[in-house]
Structures are given as structure tokens and as C-alpha cells.
């Protein structure tokens, strides 16, 4: 006898879950704050919807979600030129690599860059804002693990990028972002971020992803970007 098959999820089943599991990382954000002794609402959620299609992100922004991340320019144009017409309020950050031939399309479609890491992609971001006449707020990406085959400035030339950025060249520096690496601990770098956005005088640090957010809003983060947590398992990239 053939064993029966369990039937596939519906689209109604991924709607259902992604709502759910956005309510319960709001949830835990409270919670986290409230552990914190932070004011309610101090923590901002990007729910990071790389990967996802726009069928599966509508559920989402239907159960009252309005700021999303995506890593890759040319994913984003796919799908977001029309959800954004759909939903005017919602804002779009970039967290991933940004390369410079790909500013201008950047410029055009996010609200928010968090992901500026080198002296010639702000030069480049700060010609292409003034040419579109779009001032967006940016973070600076600091490689606290000074890894290798990461993105970001090192920690050691983090403050005169930040004064070049800023004061030079005039960008909305917000704050800073990082990625830990994945076999440390979590808390190591976040409080090297937080050191080094206080003695700057910045107070945006966009830390803390699925398995670490709750970490993070300890060591003072104020955006946290989350994705499989509400969407599930990353879906190969198209």
C-alpha cells in the first residue's frame, strides 16, 4: 500500500504562519525591552524579506508590518516598485553589499541604506542622492569581526570613516550596523558597536537577527532585522 502524502502548505497556511510569527516577534521584542528597562517601541523591527516573493510578503504587511530589508538591488526592483505603490507607507532598507554600479537604482528604490562600508561607495551614494535630489538616512557597516570575506569598515578606521561620511561629505548617518560572526559570542560585538556609536555621537545601532535579536536589545540595539523567524526557511534565491 502506498503511504499517503502530507498535503503541500497552501498559500492561506503561509499567510497564516508568517502573520502569526510576526505577532510573536513583536511579542519578544516587548519582552526584550521590557528586560531591558527600555521605553516601549525604543526597538524598531526590519522584517527581512530577501528571497520572499511578493505573494509572500503581502501577508505580512497585511497584518500591519511597514518596514522591510532586502540584500540585493536587483531582487528588490522586482517586487517592491509595486508593493510600494500599493502601500505608501512602507519603507524599504538595503542590508546587503551595495556595489557602486548599482547606486543609482539603490537610490531610486530604498528609503534607507544601512550598508555603507567604503570611502568610495559614500563619495559615489553622496553625488547620485544629490543628483536625484533624495537625501536617505544611511548606516555605516562596521566589520566587527574584521573578517576577511565580510563587508564593512574595520573597527579601528570606523571613526574617521564616520567623520568622512558625516562631516565631509554630508550623508545622514543615523548609525551603525554590524553582522557577528557566527561561531562568537553575539554580545562581544554588539557592545564593541554600541562603544563605538556612542563616542561618535550616534545613536542608531541596527544589530541582532533571528538568533540573536533578543541579545541585542540588551547592548542597546534600535533596529533589529529579522527574516526566517517570520517567513521561515530562506527560499533559494531566484
Same mark, same amino acid.
Given at each position: 500500500?502506498?503511504l499517503s502524502?502530507? @498535503?503541500a502548505a497552501?498559500? !492561506?497556511? !503561509?499567510?497564516?504562519n508568517? #502573520? ?6 513583536? /511579542?519578544l *521584542?516587548a %519582552?526584550a525591552e521590557?528586560? /531591558?528597562g527600555?521605553? %516601549?517601541?525604543d526597538?524598531?523591527?526590519v522584517?527581512? =524579506?530577501?528571497t520572499q516573493?511578493?505573494?509572500? *510578503?503581502? @501577508?505580512v504587511? +497585511?497584518?500591519g508590518q511597514?518596514? &522591510? ?5 536587483q531582487?528588490?526592483?522586482?517586487k517592491?516598485p509595486?508593493?510600494?505603490?500599493a502601500h ?6 538595503l542590508?546587503g553589499?551595495? +556595489?557602486?554600479n548599482?547606486?543609482?537604482d #539603490?537610490?531610486?528604490?530604498?528609503d534607507?541604506i544601512e550598508t555603507v ?6 563619495r559615489?551614494?553622496?553625488?547620485e542622492?544629490a ?7 544611511? &548606516?555605516? +557597516?562596521?566589520?566587527?569581526?574584521e573578517e576577511? +570575506?565580510?563587508a564593512?569598515?574595520w @573597527?579601528e578606521?570606523?571613526d574617521a570613516?564616520?567623520?568622512? !561620511?558625516r562631516?565631509?561629505l554630508?550623508? =545622514?548617518v543615523r548609525?551603525?550596523?554590524? *553582522? ?6 553575539? =554580545?562581544l560585538h554588539f557592545?564593541?558597536l554600541?562603544?563605538?556609536a556612542?563616542?561618535n555621537?550616534l545613536?542608531g545601532?541596527?544589530?541582532g537577527m533571528? #538568533?540573536d535579536?533578543? !541579545? /541585542?536589545?540588551?547592548?542597546g540595539?534600535t533596529l533589529?532585522r529579522?527574516?526566517? /523567524?517570520i &517567513?521561515?526557511a530562506?527560499?533559494?534565491? @531566484?
Amino acid at each position: 500500500m502506498a503511504l499517503s502524502k502530507e @498535503p503541500a502548505a497552501t498559500q !492561506v497556511d !503561509v499567510a497564516v504562519n508568517s #502573520a502569526t510569527n510576526l505577532a510573536e516577534v513583536q /511579542a519578544l *521584542i516587548a %519582552a526584550a525591552e521590557q528586560a /531591558a528597562g527600555r521605553s %516601549a517601541g525604543d526597538v524598531v523591527l526590519v522584517a527581512v =524579506s530577501k528571497t520572499q516573493g511578493a505573494e509572500d *510578503i503581502l @501577508p505580512v504587511i +497585511q497584518a500591519g508590518q511597514r518596514l &522591510f530589508g532586502e540584500n540585493r538591488v536587483q531582487e528588490a526592483q522586482g517586487k517592491w516598485p509595486d508593493l510600494k505603490a500599493a502601500h505608501p507607507d512602507l519603507r524599504l532598507h538595503l542590508i546587503g553589499p551595495l +556595489q557602486t554600479n548599482k547606486v543609482k537604482d #539603490a537610490v531610486a528604490l530604498f528609503d534607507v541604506i544601512e550598508t555603507v562600508d567604503r570611502p568610495k561607495l559614500a563619495r559615489v551614494l553622496a553625488k547620485e542622492m544629490a543628483k536625484q535630489d533624495r537625501r536617505l538616512d544611511c &548606516f555605516i +557597516q562596521v566589520n566587527t569581526g574584521e573578517e576577511e +570575506q565580510k563587508a564593512g569598515i574595520w @573597527p579601528e578606521d570606523a571613526d574617521a570613516f564616520i567623520a568622512l !561620511v558625516r562631516d565631509e561629505l554630508g550623508l =545622514s548617518v543615523r548609525g551603525l550596523m554590524c *553582522i557577528p560572526p557566527v561561531e562568537e559570542e553575539c =554580545s562581544l560585538h554588539f557592545a564593541l558597536l554600541r562603544e563605538i556609536a556612542q563616542r561618535n555621537g550616534l545613536e542608531g545601532l541596527s544589530m541582532g537577527m533571528s #538568533a540573536d535579536y533578543e !541579545v /541585542a536589545i540588551q547592548f542597546g540595539a534600535t533596529l533589529v532585522r529579522v527574516g526566517t /523567524a517570520i &517567513f521561515g526557511a530562506r527560499k533559494p534565491h @531566484p
